[in-house]
């Protein structure tokens, strides 16, 4: 059942996709409202199609540390699951992605007309100065900055490096940041063809206030992500017990 559940949902996923992202380019001619409208609409409905064909359902706590308006959100990332929700979830985000992906077919127009942040990961220094400039745009109109402190998707119960652009963002922009942290990995698993049912938490926590030491701000990020993490990593798997 799983797998014919997940042949059905990627047959509807990229249909649709491709679809939406073709038909809604024209968008592109009357500025960003209305291309982000159709961000959200496909968004929206990817979640419902993970819902209905999937079987995978969102349970969000914290709601009320959400931002309004600038701050730096810095997420766990174990899954193209959050990539949705967060389009859903946060205030015509602002996000850090990896410069390929505006300059993928389909998707990288829309990537550049909602004036995402893209980085060049070779470029070293310079990448994070077009980084943190790309942050400063974004939060002098109120958007919430996302970006993921490690820069990949990273399956649940592994380890990878914390890097420094959440850094950059912080002492740059000077905003608080606010983690959070989710178990997507448990359910729709990196490079996964299959989907396993189940209710996939994502946890707001509070915000980390500017102002604090560089080493002193990752370290406490990290711990706070890190920690809440394997907390609903170990939820997830006593509830397929």
Known sequence: MILVR??????????????????GMPAFLFGTRPVL???????RSVLTLTRVVAGIDVELRGAENLPKGAAIVAAKHQSAWETLYFTELLDAPAAVLKQELVRAPIIGPYFRALNMIPVDRKAGAAALRQMVEGGRAAAA???????????????????APYH??????????????????????????????????????????PAIPPGLNRKVFMARLEETLESATAR??????????
């Open 6 to 23: 997940g042949v059905l949902f990627n047959l509807l996923f990229f249909g649709f996709t491709l679809t939406l992202g073709l038909v």
């Open 37 to 43: 409208a159709i961000a959200r609409f496909w968004s």
């Open 141 to 159: 109109v109120g958007r919430p900055i996302l970006i993921f402190p490690q820069g990949t998707r990273v399956a649940p119960g592994a380890k």
């Open 164 to 205: 420094p652009g959440t850094a950059a963002l912080y002492t740059g922009l000077d905003l608080p940041v606010v983690p959070v942290a989710l178990n997507s990995g448990m359910y729709w698993s990196r490079n996964a063809f299959w989907k396993t049912p189940g209710r996939i938490v994502v946890e707001v926590l």
């Open 232 to 241: 609903l990593e170990e939820e997830a798997r006593l509830g397929k017990r």
